[in-house]
């Protein structure tokens, strides 16, 4: 915490001006939980006011639940404030512009926006044949609460499709069914991070993994990703002491990079010599175009220290509000403990309906489905892409993914584009957007999977006509 300063001429009393100061130094990062705070005595002379007054701010921020008693060594800030907004990577290190896109997650699904799987292929009247068959075995079971890890079925489904799909060999039992990745990841924050804690995060990365942690208590370590995924030498030059990294290491989000077997073993060994734990956000590892669908980093980790992520919302869809958690033995009864306490599970009656519709075949048929469409898709938008901005783009071939990145002109900046595209009602993304710090890289994002065949020439041709006072420069 900077010298704390206080105003002699200002009306508010002077022990409220201390808890003040106290307050906005934790809300803004300046003092983490678990530090320790100067002695009442000592700040009292600092700043030249009577030590009554010091005791007095004290006592309040205390019975706030602020500062707590750390035994015969004085006050410490109270270690429970792990859930405060966290600033630990310094304010003037982050990015000036806001980051995120605008939220385009309500109404119809705008052309090029990211995060949805294709609607349109999607089996409606299966899945509503399911729901209503399920609908009509209700029982008791159903509207009990549900069983805080997940249901039992759902949870063998999993592990038998993560098993012959991701070669990932785990029981049910080590299987938590969450709120998509962001309930688990939640999870994740709540079962290891303390306050203070390093984490990695692959820098470009995904917004919803970055925001959970700038609001957790831990401090974010932006580490670079290159050609062959996360630098795990520059990750371990910044803070080899780090206790969690999180990457995508099937296709990188965003810019669908798959990390390299060597990167993979590296990483591994790091948080095997280091204790510390890994997270793989597997969203999307099942859109995978060219060459063998890729194991997961999880089938490598003969140490336990990977937590397994997958998402219903990319192989279904992102309403259903579905994810899994892989969870090693030494965890699971904590993480038990932690959704039983915190929101006693996910509501039964998806779970059922999904678990029916991968027990009956369904899930894997739909997979294959949406493989050759989105590869297809892709194709088609490379195409048009190039053929009406010329070669102005710079679009480099990736074996997976959901979106294409489009590398510009040194002169252009993604942002201004996206901007003008906005106005013509086309979500397209900034990866200058995705960095947590500043960066030069500029290119744009385009998601593809709901891009019809037939309507991709004319999109395109829109976008060129919005984006012409640009690139005519
Ligand atoms: C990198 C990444 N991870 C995970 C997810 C899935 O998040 P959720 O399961 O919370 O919908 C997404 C969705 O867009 C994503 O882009």
């Given at each position: 915490m900077h010298q704390l300063t206080i105003n002699r001429n200002d009306p508010i009393?002077?022990?409220?001006?201390?808890y003040q100061r106290f307050c906005d130094a934790v809300h803004s990062g300046s003092v983490c939980p678990g530090d320790r705070v100067p002695s009442s005595r000592s700040l009292a002379?600092?700043?030249?006011?009577?030590?009554?007054?010091?005791?007095?701010?004290?006592?309040?921020?205390?019975?706030?639940g602020y500062m707590v008693r750390d035994g015969q060594r004085g006050s410490i800030i109270s270690k429970q404030l792990i859930n405060l907004p966290n600033?630990?990577?310094?304010?003037?290190?982050?990015?000036?512009?806001?980051?995120?896109?605008?939220?385009?997650?309500?109404?119809?699904?705008?052309?090029?926006?990211?995060?949805?799987?294709?609607?349109?292929?999607?089996?409606?009247?299966?899945?509503s044949r399911i729901t209503s068959s399920e609908a009509r075995k209700f029982c008791d079971i159903d509207l009990k609460y549900p069983a805080p890890t997940g249901y039992y079925p759902l949870k063998e489904n999993i592990a038998r499709y993560l098993a012959l799909s991701?070669?990932?060999?785990?029981?049910?039992?080590n299987i938590v069914?969450?709120?998509?990745?962001?309930?688990?990841?939640?999870?994740?924050?709540?079962?290891?991070?303390?306050?203070?804690?390093?984490?990695?995060?692959?820098?470009?990365?995904?917004?919803?993994?970055?925001?959970?942690?700038?609001?957790?208590?831990?401090?974010?370590?932006p580490v670079r990703v290159d050609k062959h995924g996360l630098s795990v030498e520059e990750g371990i030059v910044k803070a080899g002491n780090a206790r969690l990294a999180i990457v995508s290491p099937s296709h990188h989000s965003p810019t669908n990079v798959t990390m390299s077997l060597p990167?993979?073993?590296?990483?591994?060994?790091?948080?095997?010599?280091?204790?510390?734990w890994i997270i793989e956000d597997d969203y999307d590892g099942e859109f995978h175009y060219t060459g063998k669908l890729l194991p997961a980093l999880k089938s490598l980790d003969t140490q336990d220290r990977v937590l397994y992520v997958g998402s219903f919302s990319k192989t279904l869809f992102p309403s259903l509000r579905l994810g899994y958690l892989v969870v090693p033995d030494d965890l699971i009864e904590k993480a038990q403990t932690i959704v039983?306490?915190?929101?006693?599970?996910?509501?039964?009656?998806?779970q059922k309906v999904v678990a029916q519709f991968m027990e009956d075949g369904h899930f894997f048929r739909h997979l294959k489905r949406m493989r050759t469409t989105y590869e297809r898709r892709r194709t088609i938008l490379t195409n048009s892409l190039n053929e009406v901005f010329s070669d102005q783009l710079n679009i480099p071939h990736?074996?997976?993914?959901?979106?294409?990145?489009?590398?510009?002109?040194?002169?252009?900046?993604?942002?201004?584009?996206?901007?003008?595209?906005?106005?013509?009602?086309?979500?397209?993304?900034?990866?200058?957007?995705?960095?947590?710090?500043?960066?030069?890289?500029?290119?744009?994002?385009f998601g593809f999977t709901n891009v019809q065949e037939k309507n991709c020439d004319k999109l395109c041709q829109q976008l060129g006509k919005a984006l012409r006072p640009i690139f005519k420069k």
């Open positions: 009393p002077i022990y409220l001006q201390i002379s600092e700043l030249s006011v009577a030590r009554g007054t010091v005791e007095e701010a004290y006592a309040l921020l205390t019975a706030e600033h630990q990577l310094k304010q003037s290190e982050l990015q000036k512009e806001p980051r995120m896109q605008a939220d385009v997650t309500v109404g119809n699904i705008v052309p090029f926006q990211l995060g949805h799987p294709a609607l349109d292929v999607f089996p409606r009247k299966l899945w991701r070669g990932v060999h785990t029981s049910p039992h069914v969450t709120y998509g990745y962001q309930g688990a990841l939640d999870l994740v924050i709540q079962l290891i991070l303390r306050a203070g804690d390093k984490v990695w995060l692959e820098e470009p990365g995904y917004f919803g993994t970055q925001e959970a942690i700038l609001r957790s208590c831990a401090r974010a370590i990167r993979r073993i590296a990483l591994l060994a790091w948080a095997a010599k280091r204790r510390a039983n306490y915190r929101d006693r599970g996910v509501a039964t009656f998806q990736h074996e997976g993914g959901m979106n294409l990145l489009a590398y510009l002109p040194a002169h252009i900046k993604d942002r201004q584009l996206v901007a003008l595209a906005a106005k013509s009602n086309i979500a397209i993304n900034a990866l200058s957007a995705t960095f947590l710090q500043e960066t030069e890289q500029n290119a744009l994002i």
